[in-house]
Each structure stands twice: as C-alpha cells, then as structure tokens.
C-alpha cells in the first residue's frame, strides 16, 4: 500500500522533529522512528484503530504526544494529520472530504 501524507501534515511532522531536536540532539530523529513505525503498522493492519470520523481513523503513536490520523483511498493510505494531543481536536476536518 502507498503511504502519502498530505502537505499540511508532513509540514506537522517536520515541525515536530524539529522542535524535539532543538530540545536534545536525537530525540527529532526518535521521533521521526517512532512515527515510521506507526505508518508501517498502520499499512500492516489499516483497520485495527478506532474510527474517530466516518473513515478516518486515529493512531496513537507511543512516547510522544501525537496520534496519525489517516483514511484508505483505494490501495493509498494518507496522512491528514501528524496531530499533537493539545492541538483543537478537529482542526484538520477541512483537509478531507467526509
């Protein structure tokens, strides 16, 4: 399966691990790991995590603040957001149509 994130959301990822390198060298780098792994579950196992929208579905990602959210179109799986757990819950609902 195809992984693509959309813009804004691979702008969030870039930001992120930026922001966790400024903080301690490697940890951006952990992070950028962390996530990769999480996308390659995700394309293993798309189903497995909870709905949060009609066809959007919402990982968790473990020892940083942030979840995928994604949805399967066809035989792709896209990104809609790398979203940080403080953020305003649906600020990306425009990124897709429902």
């Known amino acids: 399966m195809k992984v693509r994130f959309l813009v804004p ?40 995590w909870p709905e949060v929208e009609k066809g959007i579905r919402r990982r968790v990602v473990r020892r940083f603040p942030y979840s995928l959210l994604y949805t399967i179109k ?7 957001a790398v979203m940080h757990h403080k953020q305003k819950p649906r600020y990306w609902i425009g990124r897709v149509e429902l």
Not at 13 to 34: S, W
Not at 74 to 80: Q, S, W
């Open 9 to 48: 959301a691979e702008q969030e990822l870039i930001e992120a691990a930026a922001f966790y390198e400024q903080q301690v060298p490697l940890l951006g780098r952990n992070f950028l790991d962390i996530i990769e792994t999480a996308v390659r579950e995700i394309r293993e196992h798309p189903g497995r």
């Open 74 to 80: 066809e035989d792709e799986l896209v990104i809609l």
